[in-house]
């Protein structure tokens, strides 16, 4: 790589780190990134939120002699950051339409005369009248694309002035643009690429995972109620709700307004003047929750949103991943809570219904799908949202998804699976077609509804066998079906039932079934939520840290300027730890530069100093770097989360096929998880996979080989044995050399 910076620029990099924003070390990538721009390489940063992208273009910016031209997408970011920045003691402004013309013409000379290094600007601005014209004479240095995704139809927020950025490029050839966003899709990125003609860009990818954040889904019952619970509990904390319409939003609010928390709505269908005064509120925290739909999002800086709940389901994966990142931006403890009923399901299933292009409904039904298949996974949900992004998490617990923390209750099923899979077969039998689960329900539980009449299933053997059992109860148990692929619905849009021949030979062959309940605590605050430790927690003297809080919104509040503006929650917490009275002392404090310092360091340092005259210093163990999960239960020690999803399929009864079908991994890789499984003492039985005549096949093959490769055996055996039985019978080796 040619290097065109100035050979000192990292050791400079690191100082300003420390000297401006107040850091000692680089967040993963950080480092890399800036590297890569400051070669006056394009670059592309895919960073998730709270990463910590901004300091990739601000920190650099203070490096070179010239200026960094920020393109933004929403004006009240702009001010943000401009603010975040001045407070920090950096020369920044931004251009855009909310300053009177007096003020514009005075930034406009201050750029004319060099005077400052971080320049924000929309991007429709850029290129309007003579403004291409000025900026040529401005010096620029780099041009970074903040929310970069805005460029791609295929992204979540496509903003068509945009496209015309590439246009940028042809009036600035050698300068280096970096594209940040936190979205990850392969097409969007390549989008992006495209669009904005990077040439050969160096493209940074970290991980999505946000360790402090956690995630819990519990069943819907009384939406208002379970909102209030929760915000209850934490009433410190800010929160976001989402809902799916503009007047659940309203009437959630009202709710908790009615019920003293102090709560405001947010959509795109409020006056523009109304919108932005509540997202003011929130910002400034004189708003604890907002309750909102999806419009409330991209400029939502704010670091310190402590939850995240959503009160309907949201329709795709990728969306809800997003607005759950909302919360925890500062890097403490936040928690994502996903209210979810079956009947929310139906409701969007109803609206698909009006999609009329066929493509358009058939995407929309298969994001339903993967949403459903979150909300109703019961592993780790970590894991599983990790894995919609092509990414694996390593470990066997995450320690903050509510299958982790606690894994449920398993029990034996098999007369109520039996029942169902037999009524499931009957009423094909008799009627020569399938019907839907509520009907099969119906025929269970005893009914006397129109269908039954108009079909006769009240003669059918199966039916009224269930009638001990709630009605509900047999519907969720279909749904459970479903999901271990005994059961399939039909494609045609009428979801009719049918047993699948999985579920016609477990039916035959009279296996016992083990399910898993659901969660019976639908309380939103179930206290295993909040027992643990929590990855990114700064333990700290509480009561000092309110101090802090209330003297910081003093500060924020003469400002004019939302509190993390002066001093992130972060920052107060290590202060309310170190309790430091000293200037040299504070300056030790992350997030505290010498800016800072100087403009805001009294009023704090006399307030931790009056707080221990009057009250004991506590003392806090030192902290570590990254908190380990916490590990299940300890057979299944050596398995992943998605090992462990396959193994209580595997123990369900589900077949090797039909849980790769079902979780749509290869068969191999599902192989992998039960040896794994064995290897770690599941109980399994040899027979359940080979012959003993194969056994001793395979025996014979290995005499003498002690190699890891399974080809020469395979290949010894003419391929008669596959390579799923030669690894079970490895793992059954294994375990018995360990045990
Ligand atoms: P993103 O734009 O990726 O969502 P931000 O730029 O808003 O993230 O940064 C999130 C938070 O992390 C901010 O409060 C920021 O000050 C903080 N931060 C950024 N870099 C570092 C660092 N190297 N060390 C500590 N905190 C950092
Ligand atoms: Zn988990």
Not at 451 to 456: A, E, L, T, V
Request: charged share 25%; net charge negative; aromatic share 8%.
């Amino acid at each position: 790589m040619t290097t065109l910076a100035p050979p000192n620029s990292a050791e400079r990099l690191t100082a300003l780190l420390k000297q401006i924003f107040g850091y000692d070390d680089f967040r993963p990538l950080q480092q890399e990134i800036m590297a890569a721009s400051l070669a006056g390489l394009d670059t592309v940063a895919i960073l998730p939120t709270g990463a910590g992208k901004s300091l990739c273009y601000q920190l650099p910016a203070l490096v070179r002699d010239g200026l960094t031209v920020v393109v933004s997408p929403l004006i009240a970011l702009m001010k943000d950051q401009v603010d975040q920045l001045e407070a920090a003691g950096v020369a920044a402004t931004y251009l855009n339409s909310t300053l009177d013309p007096a003020e514009m013409r005075a930034r406009q000379t201050g750029l004319d005369q060099g005077e400052y290094q971080l320049l924000y600007v929309a991007p429709e601005r850029l290129l309007a009248g003579d403004f291409p014209r000025k900026l040529a004479g401005w010096n620029v240095r780099a041009i970074a694309v903040d929310e970069a995704h805005c460029i791609s139809e295929w992204g979540h927020d496509f903003r068509p002035e945009y496209r015309q950025l590439a246009s940028l490029r042809e009036r600035f050839p050698g300068t280096p643009f970096l594209a940040l966003t936190a979205t990850a899709t392969p097409r969007v990125r390549e989008d992006i690429i495209a669009q904005l003609r990077l040439a050969d860009p160096q493209v940074f990818i970290s991980s999505f995972n946000r360790p402090n954040l956690s995630y819990r889904v519990i069943p819907k019952e009384k939406a208002i109620r379970q909102v209030w619970e929760f915000a209850t509990a934490r009433p410190l904390d800010s929160g976001i709700v989402y809902c799916q319409s503009r007047k659940s939003t309203e009437a959630l609010a009202a709710a908790l307004r009615a019920e003293g928390i102090s709560a405001l709505a947010y959509h795109a269908g409020m006056e523009a003047a109304e919108r932005s005064s509540n997202q003011d509120a929130f910002l400034r925290d004189e708003a604890r929750v907002v309750c909102a739909t999806v419009a409330f999002g991209m400029g939502i800086n704010k670091p310190n949103v402590r939850w995240v709940i959503h009160a309907d389901l949201p329709k795709n994966v990728e969306g809800y991943y997003q607005e759950t990142g909302r919360a925890g931006r500062d890097g403490l403890p936040a928690d994502c809570l996903l209210l979810y009923s079956r009947g929310d399901v139906v409701k969007q299933l109803r609206f698909l219904d009006e999609i009329s292009d066929e493509q358009a409904r058939a995407v929309a039904q298969a994001q339903l799908d993967q949403m459903t298949g979150y909300a109703e996974d019961d592993g780790c949900r970590r894991s599983h949202l990790l894995e919609y992004f092509g990414e694996s998490w390593p470990h066997d617990n995450c320690g903050g998804c509510d299958s982790c923390l606690t894994p449920r209750e398993t029990y034996d099923a098999t007369l109520e699976c039996r029942k169902l899979l037999s009524c499931a077969f009957r009423i094909r039998q008799h009627s020569g077609f399938t019907t839907g689960l509520q009907h099969m329900a119906d025929v269970i539980a005893g009914g006397n509804t129109e269908k039954i009449r108009r079909w006769n299933h009240e003669t059918l053997s199966t039916y009224g066998i269930g009638r001990e059992t709630p009605r509900a109860d047999w519907v969720a148990l279909g749904r459970q079906l479903l999901k271990s692929g005994l059961l399939c619905q039909s494609q045609d849009g009428f979801s009719t039932i049918a047993l699948t021949n999985d579920g016609l030979n477990a039916l035959k062959d009279g296996r016992s079934f083990t399910l898993t309940r659901p969660p019976a605590a639908a309380r939103a605050d179930s206290a295993s939520a909040t027992a643990v430790a929590k990855a990114g927690d700064i333990p700290c003297d509480e009561g000092l840290f309110a101090v802090l809080r209330a003297v910081r919104k003093d500060i924020a509040d003469a400002r004019d300027v939302p509190a993390y503006v002066v001093f992130s929650d972060v920052s107060l917490r290590h202060m309310a730890r170190d309790y430091p009275t000293q200037p040299d002392a504070l300056l030790n404090t992350p997030g505290v530069g010498e800016k800072k310092l100087a403009e805001f360091g009294a009023p704090i340092m006399d307030a931790i100093a009056k707080w221990i005259t009057e009250h004991p210093r506590q003392a806090f163990t030192p902290l570590k770097a990254a908190a380990a999960p916490a590990r299940k239960m300890q057979a299944e020690g050596a398995l992943n989360g998605t090992a462990l999803a396959t193994l209580e399929r595997f123990r369900a009864g589900i077949s090797i096929e039909g849980i790769a079908k079902e979780r749509g991994l290869s068969i191999s890789t599902i192989e992998s998880h039960i040896a794994r499984a064995i290897e770690g003492g599941e109980k399994l039985e040899p027979r359940t996979f080979y012959t003993l005549a194969e056994e001793e096949e395979m025996q014979a093959a290995f005499v003498g080989y002690e190699g890891l490769a399974l080809a020469p055996i395979h290949e010894k055996l003419d391929g008669r044995i596959s390579y799923g039985k030669l690894k079970m019978l490895l793992a059954f080796r294994h375990r018995s050399e360990v045990c």
